[in-house]
T-cell receptor, first 113, second 111 residues
Framework: SAVISQKPSRDICQRGTSLTIQCQVD?????MFWYRQQPGQSLTLIATANQGSEATYESGFVIDKFPISRPNLTFSTLTVSNLSPEDSSIYLCSVVWGTYEQYFGPGTRLTVT | KQEVTQIPAALSVPEGENLVLNCSFT??????LQWFRQDPGKGLTSLLL?????REQTSGRLNASLDKSSGRSTLYIAASQPGDSATYLC??????????FGSGTQLTVLP
């Protein structure tokens, strides 16, 4: 299995600012994923991040709002830019391991005031 | 486009009961199905993974079944305990190479 850590675990940010979330995996993985979970909702995939290439964004998510970096096979960052209260969510990173089993980090709880 | 539905949305049972959570999906072309547990404000814990070629998987008091042809999966929890209280999410990994999640079943086990 893969062990995933995220920083920060939670943050409170002001409208108009940005937050960068870090995701660290204890093993090298090809694909990393970023999800958003809005209050009371299930998870929605934001983008898939492969090392050495641009992230692939899902419908409704754009690079200007959610820039992603993937500098190596164990690390990725997601930035949520120009924050608004609607961005208040839990953001989770995940990786696929072995026979397509997916593992998740503990999540970052973002509150925008 | 794959859609995943979970029924019921919420369930409350007394401690010791056996219970079944249901998951259905619209596109049977899947690689696997995973059941997760999520505690309030926390990340997801993988409970069981069923490959598309498998019919069921068991872990302790949990048993998950998969009927790919009918697009259904069930999670059976035996002898429920208050510590089982959480939201249970079903997700399928399909040809789009991504997980599609259901909306979850919020389980409360009363002492």
């Amino acid at each position: 299995s893969a062990v995933i850590s995220q920083k920060p675990s939670r943050d409170i940010c002001q409208r108009g600012t940005s937050l960068t979330i870090q995701c660290q995996v204890d093993s090298q993985v090809t694909m990393m994923f970023w999800y958003r979970q809005q209050p009371g909702q299930s998870l929605t995939l934001i983008a898939t991040a492969n090392q050495g290439s641009e992230a692939t964004y899902e419908s409704g998510f754009v690079i200007d709002k959610f820039p992603i970096s993937r500098p190596n096979l164990t690390f990725s960052t997601l930035t949520v830019s120009n924050l608004s209260p609607e961005d208040s969510s839990i953001y989770l990173c995940s990786v696929v391991w072995g026979t397509y089993e997916q593992y998740f980090g503990p999540g970052t709880r973002l509150t925008v005031t | 486009k794959q859609e995943v539905t979970q029924i019921p949305a919420a369930l409350s049972v007394p401690e010791g009961e056996n219970l079944v959570l249901n998951c259905s999906f619209t596109d049977s072309a899947i690689y696997n199905l995973q059941w997760f547990r999520q505690d309030p404000g926390k990340g997801l814990t993988s409970l069981l993974l069923i490959q598309s070629s498998q019919r069921e998987q068991t872990s302790g008091r949990l048993n998950a079944s998969l009927d790919k042809s009918s697009g259904r999966s069930t999670l059976y929890i035996a002898a429920s305990q208050p510590g089982d209280s959480a939201t249970y999410l079903c997700a399928v990994y399909g040809s789009a190479r991504q997980l599609t999640f259901g909306s979850g079943t919020q389980l409360t086990v009363l002492p």
